[in-house]
């Protein structure tokens, strides 16, 4: 008794988007690899490390997509579509070691800073170019990143690339009307920063996935009730929420229908009605529903 709707949500399209963003942020990595080495900004080359990673992001996620858009088998009969909680689970460990290390970086330029030397000029053009490419990629991702935790991961990296670029637009528009060098240090601790929560929150709802919690909004209670006030069920127990992965929530339930809508043949009505319930007001695609007569005993119980 099974609700085989598909989730819908790993077509094409997330992975053409992840293509243009990654061409994009490659591109833009390039070049303030070369403007970081030519102005010697420490925030310039934080924040085209930054890039890297993002890059690298986007082809985990690119690979991720294709996997998960895999059709189930008899092996995996829920298909593929962890891998992109696995994709990612690898982001977010990278922007945790990526911020570890800019922090790094930007301490030893603050205890030393004679050794500095900035071009600041340099530095504000290739962030304003940096800047305008992250806004792009990031409206590019913002509608699929609502239904998809590996594009969301990719969307959170982009974004911090965007208010990465702006930090260093501030620090390098500081060197050039103060010649204050040390805002360079400065914008790159912000960098670091601003990486830590964002990964922690991707790492979050990544272990949420995997622990198979119910998926934050749901209310498993409010879901029992709505079972509940369908005409003839009596109980309901062994509810069951968890998700594949971003917009893909699944739910199992054992159903307890009193003895007279059993022999009047209504169970195949209310097996319907369970299922419109869940898919219309919970937004749950995949519902397995076990219904039971009043007095049935769990065989389970007693293994």
């Known amino acids: 008794m099974h609700d085989h709707a598909p989730t819908g949500i790993r077509g094409t399209g997330n ?17 303030q690899i070369v403007g970081a080495a030519l102005s010697g900004s420490l925030a310039l080359l934080a924040d085209a490390a930054h890039m890297f990673t993002d ?36 982001n977010g460990i990278i922007l945790i070691a990526l ?6 970086e930007a301490v030893l330029r603050l205890m030393d800073p004679d050794e500095v030397e900035v071009a600041g000029g340099l530095m504000l053009i290739v962030a304003i170019i940096g800047l305008i490419a992250n806004a792009v990629a990031m409206w590019l991702l913002s509608s ?68 198979e919690s119910a998926p934050k909004g749901t209310h498993v209670r409010e879901i029992r009730d709505h079972i509940l006030a369908t005409p003839g069920v009596v109980d309901v127990h062994d509810v069951h929420v968890w998700q594949l992965t971003r917009g893909a929530p699944v739910f199992t339930a054992h159903v307890v229908v009193d003895d007279a809508t059993l022999r009047d043949g209504r169970a195949a009505g209310i097996l319907s009605q369970l299922q419109t319930c869940l898919s219309q007001h919970f937004d749950v695609e995949h519902s397995t529903f076990q219904l039971e007569p009043s007095g049935h005993v769990e065989h389970d119980a007693h293994a």
Do not use: K
């Open 99 to 104: 911020s570890v290390w800019v922090a790094f």
């Open 144 to 211: 699929a990143q609502r239904h998809s935790i590996n594009v969301r991961g990719a969307y959170l990296e982009v974004m911090g690339d965007l208010i990465g670029s702006a930090a260093v637009i501030v620090a390098a528009v500081v060197i050039v009307t103060t010649g204050w060098a040390q805002a360079d240090a400065i914008a790159s601790l912000f960098i670091a920063a601003m990486i830590i929560p964002r990964a922690i929150g991707l790492l979050r709802e990544v272990v949420s996935v995997l622990a």
């Open 15 to 31: 992975r053409r988007l992840l293509a243009i963003s990654l061409a994009i942020t490659a591109t833009v990595m390039v070049v």
């Open 55 to 90: 890059a690298a992001a986007l082809v985990i996620a690119l690979i991720a997509s294709t996997v998960a858009a895999r059709p189930a088998n008899d092996r995996r009969t829920f298909g593929y579509q962890r891998a992109e909680v696995f994709g990612a689970l690898v």
